[in-house]
């Protein structure tokens, strides 16, 4: 028989080299043993599946953080005065450990599965090692400097959790192969019963994932709201500079409903938009003023300011990656673009009959408009000749008073309060970050005719999960991208949901089944007519050490007999399917 199928014998054991080689630098075939894994190879396993599991984790995070990336980049800026992209070498490392270490899974798996033992490599364990303490010291900065993000993970939960937990009962169900065999190589009933039961919670549990797991894309199609209205957040800063009139261009060119800009005051009361606190990273100050481009923006006169280009920064910086693609006329365009004035903004809104929303930033103590600061503002906005209504009015300072000067203006604030509190207060409308507002808080501000609107949305996702919660209204800095989702990219009643769960839960039930008896069938039968397993049975109660003296002993008898080569006969007699385990007992 091994004369017959000796291309077979070679391509097996071959496979096996590999695995153990790749996994335990164990390449030679008698370097690899078939006894329990041992206790600390065993906790390196468990260290191996946590460090995935925690990876995993950290992957999702920066997948779904995709949203925010320029405001963490704009974070990094802050801190350090230096404008880069971080999240590339975080992504790149990302990448490369969680592809390192799901492969040591795989491989640990396919040595469970053909009963070898796990004997992981020191290299390995260094490797192991270093992304565990990476990971842990990732998690433990994004919690200390940008903690708010970690509110991303409920929220694109309702995105992705239907398909998530499809994809987990698609991996478990795929497991029941390998517990399969564990449990029929081994006669260990204490052993069956806590592999079985500890399987069969977890498939349990994903049978029942679905009652808690909550959508607003789970819902009627009749009762889907109208489209929201898409804000240009600084304008369309993807394809201009931010906070300049080409940008707020481009934005209109993108059928906007509105815009939204940051908005400072300079030293002689001219309110210009200007999002960081200094001028450095938008424009050239440093070579024009160089002994001055770390004063407050809000030091520099109107001339000054108007002095300066606002646009050769975004060619050289190339934020969002998008200068490439750039016609050579509109890089022209785009270098020559300078510090845009909340008078020109308010002009090109009144122009197109468009919304404008602005966060306005109160000077430094000393500044002259340190107390004018919110009369100056409300000048610009009755001599742009704007109508009142289109204006969103955030800051919350003496309210009463601008009420007063500008009835017509749309009191927004930027702290949810409870729908009585705002009515009392004036306040018409909020402006809230997206996930500061849960779809039961917009279904209740929308009863109370409390219009919302959310910022920064600029992946489709999260614009259809908002779409389906009912908020009236997002702030992007992303319009060319949101245009083009129609509608929202899933949507499915609960009768639809229900029959998709039910029907994925009967046929992963039925093929776990199915592998169970199958492989009980299988491992059975080589059971049967395996004459050395018969004669090992004898060997009760004996240590697994004894019981590899005497697989040595018959093995090598039978070459001296001229029956074959050890290397057949260990392939023929079925060692690779059975552990001492399932021998000795």
Request: charged fraction near 15%.
């Amino acid at each position: 028989m091994v004369k017959h199928q000796p291309l077979q014998v070679y391509e097996r054991q071959l496979c096996l080299s590999c695995l153990t080689g790749i996994y335990g630098c164990r390449w030679k075939r008698y370097q690899r043993s078939h006894d329990d894994t041992t206790k600390w190879e065993f906790l390196w396993s468990l260290i191996l599946f946590f460090t995935f599991s925690l990876l995993l984790v950290w992957f999702y995070f920066w997948w779904e953080a995709h949203n925010d990336y320029n405001e963490f980049n704009w974070f990094l800026y802050n801190r350090s005065g230096e404008w880069s992209d971080g999240t590339v070498p975080i992504l790149a490392t990302t990448a490369a450990g969680f592809t390192y270490i799901a492969f040591l899974m795989i491989l640990a798996l396919c040595h469970i599965a053909v009963g070898q033992q796990l004997n992981l490599h020191w290299l390995h364990k260094i490797g192991v090692s270093a992304a565990l303490l990476t990971t842990a010291i990732g998690f433990i900065s994004v919690n200390q400097t940008w903690g708010e993000e970690w509110a991303v993970i409920p929220v694109s939960l309702q995105a992705t959790g239907p398909f998530l937990h499809l994809g987990a009962l698609v991996a478990v169900t795929a497991l029941a192969w390998l517990v399969a065999g564990q449990i029929a190589c081994t006669e260990k009933i204490r052993f069956q019963v806590v592999v079985l039961l500890l399987y069969l919670s977890v498939l349990l549990g994903l049978y029942m994932a679905p009652l808690s797991i909550t959508s607003p894309c789970i819902m009627d199609h009749a009762n889907l709201t109208p489209r929201p209205d898409v804000i240009g957040h600084q304008g369309a800063p993807m394809l201009a500079p931010e906070n300049t009139i080409l940008s707020f261009q481009r934005a209109l060119q993108m059928n906007v409903s509105g815009l939204e800009a940051d908005v400072a005051i300079s030293f002689d009361g001219v309110p210009f938009l200007m999002r960081d606190r200094t001028l450095r990273r938008t424009t050239d100050v440093g070579k024009v003023f160089p002994a001055r481009q770390l004063d407050d923006a809000s030091s520099f006169n109107w001339t000054d300011l108007h002095s300066l280009n606002a646009g050769q920064w975004f060619l050289k910086d190339d934020p969002f990656w998008t200068v490439q693609s750039m016609a050579q006329r509109e890089v022209m365009l785009v270098g020559n673009q300078g510090v845009c004035s909340l008078e020109q903004l308010l002009r090109l809104a009144s122009l197109h009959n468009q919304t404008v929303v602005f966060s306005l930033r109160r000077p430094p103590h000393r500044h002259p408009c340190y107390h004018s600061w919110i009369n100056d503002t409300l000048e610009v906005i009755r001599l742009s000749g704007i109508p009142q209504h289109l204006v969103m009015w955030t800051p919350d300072w003496d309210r009463g008073q601008v009420r007063q000067v500008a009835p017509g203006l749309q009191q927004t604030s930027v702290e949810k309060l409870p729908p009585q509190v705002l009515h009392q207060q004036g306040i018409s409308s909020l402006l809230l970050r997206y996930s500061q507002a849960s779809p039961y808080d917009i279904r209740e501000f929308s009863r109370s005719n409390v219009s919302v609107t959310l910022y920064t949305v600029n992946e489709p996702w999260l614009f259809s999960v908002l779409w389906c919660s009912g908020v009236s209204s997002v702030s992007s800095e992303a319009p060319n991208i949101l245009r083009k989702v129609p509608y929202p990219i899933w949507l499915m009643s609960p009768d639809e949901y229900c029959l998709i769960w039910v029907a994925a839960d009967l046929i992963s039930f039925t093929v776990v089944i199915g592998i169970f008896v199958f492989q009980k069938w299988r491992l059975s039968g080589m059971h049967s007519y395996n004459p050395e397993q018969i004669m090992l049975s004898a060997a009760v109660r004996r240590s697994s050490r004894d019981v590899n003296i005497m697989k040595e002993k018959l093995i090598f008898s039978e070459v001296s007999n001229g029956v074959g080569s050890a290397e057949d006969l260990y392939m023929e007699n079925g060692f690779d399917y059975y552990n001492n385990e399932g021998i000795s007992h």
